[in-house]
T-cell receptor, first 115, second 115 residues
Framework: AQKVTQAQTEISVVEKEDVTLDCVYETRDTTYYLFWYKQPPSGELVFLIRRNSFDEQNEISGRYSWNFQKSTSSFNFTITASQVVDSAVYFC????????????FGKGTRLHILP | EPEVTQTPSHQVTQMGQEVILRCVPI?????FYWYRQILGQKVEFLVS????????KSEIFDDQFSVERPDGSNFTLKIRSTKLEDSAMYFC?????????????FGEGSWLTVV
């Protein structure tokens, strides 16, 4: 069965520090997709990244980077030089090939960036 | 940038009343979804809709729920007889293709409070 685990319920860091959000997933499929979404205090879900299971290259987008490791079933998200505006709940999610209309979300990690 | 829009942003209703949540998906998208997030919990899949019919639904989506695309632009979620436990944020989402891990874009959510 599919499962996404975000073990960190809540993290607080001081502005400008780097922070890594952990995500571990379970799936029986060999083809699947991983996502990260951001939910700021206003409540909307903001898409950050989608990665397919065949692409293990790490990705960097500005201050955001993602480390996908199939060997450990992890898809961790790092924010470099954090800013107060990064404060939000971050969800890691998974969908299996052929069932892309059903995304399984983790419970989320609430990130507080302290000024 | 095109976006999914939802109305109302917040609705308070009495237990037992019918509620209709409305969504306007991104215009060229063909796949539509509803997800739910109970306060402080993870986002959960409710239903997916394509070609004027439900393609998949979760166990949450019981007989009191229904979806409709009445006029080619709106996509609605109806809850026939609301219960206290239906209080949640309801997210509409859409995507232009499926079967390839395509990005699903979420609306800003409709917060339903049942009293």
């Amino acid at each position: 069965a599919q499962k996404v685990t975000q073990a960190q319920t809540e993290i607080s860091v001081v502005e400008k520090e780097d922070v890594t959000l952990d995500c571990v997933y379970e799936t029986r499929d060999t083809t699947y997709y991983l996502f990260w979404y951001k939910q700021p205090p206003s409540g909307e879900l903001v898409f950050l990244i989608r990665r397919n299971s065949f692409d293990e290259q790490n990705e960097i987008s500005g201050r955001y980077s993602w480390n996908f490791q199939k060997s450990t079933s992890s898809f961790n998200f790092t924010i470099t030089a954090s800013q107060v505006v990064d404060s939000a709940v971050y969800f890691c999610a998974l969908s299996e090939a052929g069932r892309d209309d059903k995304i399984i979300f983790g419970k989320g990690t609430r990130l507080h960036i302290l000024p | 940038e095109p976006e999914v829009t939802q109305t109302p942003s917040h609705q308070v209703t009495q237990m037992g009343q019918e509620v209709i949540l409305r969504c306007v998906p991104i215009s060229n998208h063909l796949y539509f979804y509803w997800y739910r997030q109970i306060l402080g919990q993870k986002v959960e899949f409710l239903v997916s809709f394509y070609n004027n019919e439900i393609s998949e639904k979760s166990e949450i989506f019981d007989d009191q729920f229904s979806v409709e695309r009445p006029d080619g632009s709106n996509f609605t979620l109806k809850i026939r007889s609301t219960k206290l436990e239906d209080s949640a944020m309801y997210f509409c989402a859409s995507s232009d293709v499926s079967g390839s891990g395509n990005t699903i874009y979420f609306g800003e959510g409709s917060w339903l409070t049942v009293v």
